[in-house]
Structures are given as structure tokens and as C-alpha cells.
């Protein structure tokens, strides 16, 4: 129910901000542990930041728009009565 009764900025802020923590908390514990080198940590966060950059930014420039029309043009489904082209 919180979910549908708020706006879309508050939600992304719900989602990011877990999310961001989780992050923070497993870098650290990292380091603390003794798994890694502090700047291993941060080279690992900035590689996957630049990785997720990169894949979020491959749709806009590269791949084609989607298309909004799932059956190609000329093609009639089962039932549909057959239209005459427009200008005849």
C-alpha cells in the first residue's frame, strides 16, 4: 500500500537508498575483514559503476528505437476482415 500511494521520486529513493547501503556496508566489511586493500575496494566500486554506466547507456546510443507494431504491415490475423489500402 506505501508503494502505490507514493510519488515516483519517493520510490526511487526507497529502492536506491537500501541498495546504496548494502553496497557501503559489503565495501567496508570487506576492508575490515582484511579480503582487500582499501583502494582494491574502491577500484572494484568504480569498475562496476563504470560497467553499469555503460550497459544502462548501450539502448539509447546504439540499439534502434522499439517498434510499437508487433505484426508486420500486410499481415492479417485469424478472423479480420480484408481492408482495402488507403487512397484507392
Keep these: 500500500m506505501t508503494i ?4 515516483p521520486n519517493v520510490l526511487k529513493r526507497l529502492r536506491r537508498t537500501p541498495a ?3 553496497i557501503v556496508v559489503a565495501c567496508i566489511g570487506r576492508v575490515w575483514a582484511g579480503a582487500h ?5 574502491i577500484g ?3 569498475l562496476g559503476l563504470g560497467w553499469s554506466a555503460f ?4 539502448p539509447e ?3 534502434p528505437a ?3 507494431r508487433w505484426i508486420p504491415a500486410g499481415v492479417r ?3 479480420e476482415p480484408k481492408r482495402e489500402p488507403h487512397g484507392r
Design 66 to 68: 522499439p517498434s510499437r
Design 37 to 41: 586493500w582499501p583502494t582494491d575496494v
Design 20 to 22: 546504496a547501503f548494502v
Design 61 to 63: 546510443g546504439w540499439l
Design 44 to 46: 572494484g566500486f568504480l
Design 55 to 58: 550497459i544502462l547507456w548501450i
Design 4 to 7: 502505490t500511494l507514493c510519488p
Design 77 to 79: 490475423l485469424q478472423g
